[in-house]
C-alpha cells in the first residue's frame, strides 16, 4: 500500500520567514495530493491540494510543488504568521479508492 | 451550520467498557470515514462507508463496529475498551471521488482508564 513520508516533523521559524515541508510517497498510482492544517483542538482542514497533471499550485502566501519523476511534493508557507502555528499534514491518494494515506506531521511554530 | 458533527467531544471511560461515538454530517455528502489520531498525532484511516456500504475496512480490532443508518450518520461502537484505544476519533465526509475535499469533524477525545 501507499506509504507517505513526512519531514520535518518540527519547525520553528520566525515572524516573515519562510517554511517548507516536504512529502514523499511510495505508490506511483497516487495522483491527488491534499495538505492538511490542524489547529489545536480541532480537525484536520484543507488548506491546498495538487493534481498529478500539475507541477504547482499557488494560493496566496502558500505553494504546492510537485515532482512525480522523484515522487515528492512540498508545501511552502511565505510571510509566515502567528496563525500559520499548528500541524500540517501532507496526504496522497489514487484515483480509484477514496483511501487517504497521510504523512505524520508537521508541527510549525512561527515565533512573533 | 453545515459541518461534520461528532458527539461527545470528550469520552473518559474504564477499561473493558463499551462505548458508541456518534457521527453526523449535513453536507449531502455520501461517504463517511473513522479516522484514529494517536498520542504522536499520527493520523489513520479505520473505516469508510458510501452509501450506508462498507467500502474500507483497515486492520481494526473486531472491537471496532461501524453502523451507518443513513448515509449522512456515521457511528463507532467499542466493545471491551483497552488502553491503547486512547486516542482522538475523527469522523469525516466527502462526495465519493478521488479529488473531493474530505471535511472533518471536531474529534473526540477517547481516555480509557
Known amino acids: 500500500g501507499e506509504n507517505v513520508e513526512q519531514h520535518p516533523s518540527t519547525l520553528s521559524v520566525q515572524e516573515g520567514d519562510s517554511a517548507v515541508i516536504k512529502c514523499t510517497y511510495s505508490d506511483s498510482a497516487s495522483n491527488y495530493f491534499p495538505w492538511y492544517k490542524q489547529e489545536l483542538g480541532k480537525g484536520p482542514q484543507l488548506i491546498i491540494d495538487?493534481?498529478?497533471?500539475?507541477g504547482e499550485k499557488k494560493d496566496q502566501r502558500i505553494a504546492v510543488t510537485l515532482n512525480k519523476t522523484a515522487k515528492h511534493f512540498s508545501l511552502h508557507i511565505t510571510e509566515t504568521q502567528p496563525e500559520d502555528s499548528a500541524v500540517y499534514f501532507c496526504?496522497?491518494?489514487?484515483?480509484?479508492?477514496?483511501?487517504?494515506?497521510f504523512g505524520g506531521g508537521t508541527r510549525v511554530l512561527v515565533k512573533p | 451550520d453545515t459541518a461534520v458533527s461528532q458527539t461527545p467531544k470528550y469520552l473518559v471511560t474504564q477499561m473493558g467498557n463499551d462505548k458508541s461515538i456518534k457521527c453526523e454530517q449535513n453536507?449531502?455528502?455520501?461517504?463517511m470515514y473513522w479516522y484514529k489520531q494517536d498520542s504522536k498525532k499520527f493520523l489513520k484511516i479505520m473505516f469508510s462507508?458510501?452509501?450506508?456500504?462498507?467500502?474500507i475496512n483497515e486492520t481494526v480490532p473486531n472491537r471496532f463496529s461501524p453502523k451507518s443508518p443513513d448515509k449522512a450518520h456515521l457511528n463507532l461502537h467499542i466493545n471491551s475498551l483497552e488502553l491503547g484505544d486512547s486516542a482522538v476519533y475523527f469522523c469525516a465526509s466527502n462526495q465519493a471521488s478521488s479529488y473531493n475535499e474530505q471535511f472533518f469533524g471536531p474529534g473526540t477525545r477517547l481516555t480509557v482508564l
Open positions: 453536507l449531502g455528502h455520501d461517504t
Open positions: 495538487i493534481r498529478s497533471n500539475v
Open positions: 462507508y458510501n452509501n450506508k456500504e462498507l467500502i
Open positions: 496526504a496522497a491518494i489514487k484515483a480509484a479508492g477514496n483511501k487517504l494515506t
